[in-house]
C-alpha cells in the first residue's frame, strides 16, 4: 500500500510568499526524504531527515518530522518562480526500501 | 546532472517493435531500479538489481524485460506494448551500504506506445 502520501495535491503562490507541504505515512520508517521533480524530467533528491531528528535545514528548505503523528512537511520560504515543480516525499522503511508519495505540484507565479 | 544517465530520452514505438531503454551510472553505486512513472500516479517500482542480480520485480509483465550486465548498467527490453505503457521511465541508483538509501535519478525515457 502507498506509504507517503502528500497534501496538498496542488498549490499555487506568488513569487515571494512560503510554500508549506505535508506529507503523511502509516508505517514506522528509517528515514523519510524530499525529492523535487521538474515537468517531465527525473527527480532530484532535496533533503533527508531521519528518524530520529525532528527538524532540518538546507538553504531555503525546512524539513520537519513528527513521528508520532507519521507525519512530516517541507517549508519553501521565500519561493521563486524556479521553484515551480513537483515535489515528492518518500519513506524508507527498515529494510531500506524506499516508497514515494503522490506528489505535491508547486505553482510560483512571478 | 545527477551522474545517472537514460538514452533514449523520447522514444516512440508501435506495438509490435521492440525496443530498449538504456541507463547508466558511473557513481560507483551498486543498486539500480526502474520505476515507471504515469500521469497523476506515484511512481512505481518496477524492478531492483543489487550487484547485478534481480532483487525485486513488482509483478511487472513480462513484455518488460530488464537485463544487468554489470553495477554500472541497467536495460529495459521493451516488446509487443501495449499504448497503456505509455509513460515516463525513470532508472535511479543507489549504494545500499549507505543505511540512507539515497537515490540518484536519470532524467527519465518519455516512451509514447502507438
Known amino acids: 500500500s502507498q506509504q507517503g502520501e502528500e497534501d496538498p495535491q496542488a498549490l499555487s503562490i506568488q513569487e515571494g510568499e512560503n510554500a508549506t507541504m505535508n506529507c503523511s505515512y502509516k508505517?514506522?520508517?528509517?528515514?523519510l526524504q524530499w525529492y523535487r521533480q521538474n515537468s517531465g524530467r527525473g527527480l532530484v533528491h532535496l533533503i533527508l531527515?531521519?528518524?530520529?531528528?525532528r527538524e532540518k535545514h538546507s538553504g531555503r528548505l525546512r524539513v520537519t518530522l513528527d513521528t508520532s503523528k507519521k507525519s512530516s512537511s517541507l517549508l519553501i520560504t521565500a519561493s521563486r518562480a524556479a521553484d515551480t515543480a513537483s515535489y515528492f516525499c518518500?519513506?524508507?522503511?527498515?529494510?531500506?526500501?524506499?516508497?514515494f508519495g503522490q506528489g505535491t505540484e508547486l505553482s510560483v507565479k512571478p | 546532472e545527477t551522474g545517472v544517465t537514460q538514452t533514449p530520452r523520447h522514444l516512440v514505438m508501435g506495438m509490435t517493435n521492440k525496443k530498449s531503454l538504456k541507463c547508466e551510472q558511473h557513481?560507483?553505486?551498486?543498486?539500480m531500479y526502474w520505476y515507471k512513472q504515469s500521469a497523476k500516479k506515484p511512481l512505481e517500482l518496477m524492478f531492483v538489481?543489487?550487484?547485478?542480480?534481480?532483487?525485486e520485480n513488482n509483478s511487472v509483465p513480462s513484455r518488460f524485460s530488464p537485463e544487468c550486465p554489470n553495477s554500472s548498467h541497467l536495460f529495459l527490453h521493451l516488446h509487443t506494448l501495449q499504448p497503456e505503457d505509455s509513460a515516463l521511465y525513470l532508472c535511479?541508483?543507489?549504494?545500499?551500504?549507505?543505511?540512507?538509501?539515497?537515490?540518484?535519478f536519470g532524467p527519465g525515457t518519455r516512451l509514447t506506445v502507438l
Open positions: 518518500a519513506t524508507v522503511n527498515q529494510g531500506g526500501k524506499l516508497i
Open positions: 508505517t514506522s520508517i528509517n528515514n
Open positions: 557513481l560507483g553505486h551498486n543498486a
Open positions: 531527515i531521519r528518524s530520529n531528528e
Open positions: 538489481y543489487n550487484f547485478k542480480e534481480q532483487t
Open positions: 535511479a541508483s543507489t549504494r545500499t551500504e549507505d543505511t540512507y538509501n539515497e537515490q540518484f
